[in-house]
Each structure stands twice: as C-alpha cells, then as structure tokens.
C-alpha cells in the first residue's frame, strides 16, 4: 500500500486494534518493533470497483465498521445519493437512540387501504 493518507491510518489503526508509529527507528537507530504495536483482521484484500483501487480489512476483532460505496453517473447524482443516505443514517440514529416513532407521511392513508 502506497500513499496512504494519515486519516485513513489511524482508522485502520482503530479498526484493529493497532498503534500508528511515524517510524521503526529506536534510539539508537535500529529499526525494530513491538508485536504489540500489531492490530489483527481476519482478512485484508485489494479489490478493483471500477477504476478505483480498494483496501478491504475484515474481521476486525476491536471495532465493527462498514462503508459504503455510493457509484452514480454523474457528481450531482453522487451528492444526491449521499445527501439521502446521510438523511436515512441520521434518521436511524434518531430512532435508535428515542426508541419510539411518530408516525407521518402517507402513514394512516396505509393504515386505511389496509383496512378497507
């Protein structure tokens, strides 16, 4: 893996359990490191979607984690699809943490065909 951003780093670090360390060097010059420093994954592959290259690690023992892979035509209809998917994610996380649900939007003309 080359070029890896420093945020991406320290996600990968989370996700496994692992220590981001700058450099192997000791004091005295010597690269080594501490098994400790290691995190753990069940598997890591390098996949290709379309022209991108992907660095997939699964089976983190430390953290669940997903992501998810928006392709579209075009940047407007990627920035609509985020936009609705961080609206659905933002309304999970709304009704997780009420533990209830009003319900609106076309809910009792449901109710009603069901009924009729």
Do not use: F, W
Request: net charge negative; charged share 30%; hydrophobic share 35%.
């Amino acid at each position: 893996v080359r070029r890896c951003r420093k945020e991406d780093l320290r996600r990968i670090a989370k996700a496994t359990g692992g220590t981001l360390i700058s450099s192997l060097a000791d004091l005295e010059g010597n690269e080594t490191y501490e098994s400790g420093y290691l995190g753990t994954a069940d598997e890591v592959v390098q996949e290709r979607i379309s022209d991108d290259e992907l660095i997939l690690i699964k089976g983190t023992k430390v953290v669940n984690s997903a992501s998810i892979v928006l392709r579209g035509a075009n940047d407007y209809m990627l920035d609509e699809m985020e936009r609705a998917l961080h609206d659905t994610l933002s309304i999970t996380k709304r009704t997780l943490e009420s533990g209830s649900v009003v319900p609106g939007g076309g809910a009792v003309e449901s109710a009603l065909s069901i009924y009729l």
